[in-house]
């Protein structure tokens, strides 16, 4: 998939318009985790040396159709300056005479950010009226926004009508390595799928399963396939009508699919409930299995041994419990030193990756949950079919 970048394009001494996903969490007027804010900074630092004038776009969080200071962009604005060490102007608007008064003053090589493009309900629909008076605030349109590229809103898809669009680097780094997974592995191939549900993750099994050499299931999702194994799983979390699909799976995957042997089970879902390693075979009655055990670890440890590929998505376990996160963060260590092309996406996998240090050792940690799952599922993202192509 050969999309044009930033680099293809001249964007010397022009207005350039830029999708950026700066959907932090925000706590009394200050940002907290930052990564997807330094996730941007190449491409935004890449067009400051440029002499281009910068126009940024995002939204934040989900404000109920219409302006909300709980969900401005007023403190990211302040927080990017931070990171640049130079003042980013903001504009209290995202189309209108206050974004194009503080558009109107920028210089080259300045960078301003517009208040949250969500404040607009015409943004969810991809209004064409509203795009295009977003689009009049650049000659070009870059989109680096790769964890809202899955949704066709008008910051997001619109604008590239009026715009000609092009890939920012994290949007290239993405596409590149994604690409890579869904279409054309490596292999040995080894995908490890975790989280809660079979159900969000169907699609991105099915495609897999062709592709790869083994499929390593953990997470709440493993419940659902030991119990459709006919196995007792007690009061765990289990999606008991995706049970024929995880029957139709496991038959079609042959030996290709590993189950957790052993798992960590709690007598309630509780931090601090009592816990202990079963075998998956006996779970007791009346508890809840809330990670993998440390056999499984093992053997997913080994089934990771001489591989040249590795997709991860999703949890082990309960990661928000810490006496629940073991699996997820042992296997984050056998995944990084596996000396694989390694790509980790999901919160809670990208997490513990994070937390344990080894984010240096993953080739790519992607920046989008929804969005890489719907890439590895094969399907066109709005946000990227509308660039223009190589």
């Not at 004038?53 to 990017?80: Q, T, Y």
């Not at 206050?98 to 943004?123: C, M, Q, S, Y």
Request: with cysteine; glycine share 12%; aromatic share 6%.
């Amino acid at each position: 998939m050969q999309k044009k970048n930033v680099r293809d394009v001249s964007v010397n001494g022009w207005q350039v318009l830029m999708r950026v996903d700066f959907n932090v969490p925000v706590k009394n007027g200050k940002v907290g985790e930052d990564t997807r804010i330094r996730s941007a900074l190449p491409t935004i630092q890449y067009l400051i040396e440029q002499k281009a004038m910068i126009v940024l776009c995002s939204h934040l969080g989900r404000p109920k159709g219409g302006p909300d200071p709980v969900f401005s962009l007023a403190p990211v604005a302040e927080h990017l300056g931070g990171l640049l060490k130079k003042k980013v102007a903001f504009a209290s608007d995202c189309i209108g005479p206050a974004a194009e008064g503080v558009v109107a003053e920028l210089k080259p090589g300045d960078v301003a950010i517009l208040e949250n493009t969500r404040f607009h309900p015409e943004e969810e629909k991809n209004d064409m009226a509203f795009a295009q008076r977003l689009a009049m605030l650049g000659k070009i349109y870059v989109n680096d926004a790769f964890g809202s590229a899955h949704r066709a809103h008008a910051s997001t898809e619109g604008v590239a009508h009026y715009l000609p669009g092009v890939a920012g680097f994290l949007m290239e780094k993405e596409i590149e390595f994604l690409d890579k997974a869904a279409n054309d592995p490596d292999h040995p191939y080894i995908v490890i799928l975790g989280g809660a549900k079979i159900s969000d993750k169907i699609g991105v099994i099915t495609n897999l399963l062709k592709k790869c050499e083994k499929l390593l299931i953990g997470g709440g999702m493993a419940n659902t396939f030991l119990k459709a194994k006919g196995l007792a799983v007690g009061d765990s979390l289990v999606e008991d009508g995706s049970l024929e699909t995880a029957r139709k799976i496991m038959a079609d995957a042959g030996g290709k699919l590993l189950l957790p042997d052993d798992v960590v089970v709690a007598d309630k879902f509780d931090a601090e409930a009592q816990s202990k390693t079963a075998a998956a075979s006996a779970v007791p009655e009346g508890w809840r299995i809330l990670d993998i055990g440390p056999e499984t670890v093992k053997k997913y440890a080994a089934a990771l041994q001489g591989a040249k590929q590795v997709v991860w998505n999703g949890p082990m376990g309960v990661f928000e419990f810490p006496n629940f996160a073991r699996g997820t963060r042992d296997l984050a260590q056998a995944v990084a030193s596996c000396g694989a092309i390694t790509v980790v996406g999901g919160g809670d996998s990208v997490a513990a990756v994070t937390e344990a240090g080894l984010a240096g050792k993953i080739s790519h940690i992607s920046t989008g949950g929804g969005a890489s799952l719907e890439f590895l599922e094969g399907k066109v993202l709005p946000g990227i079919a509308i660039l223009q192509d190589k």
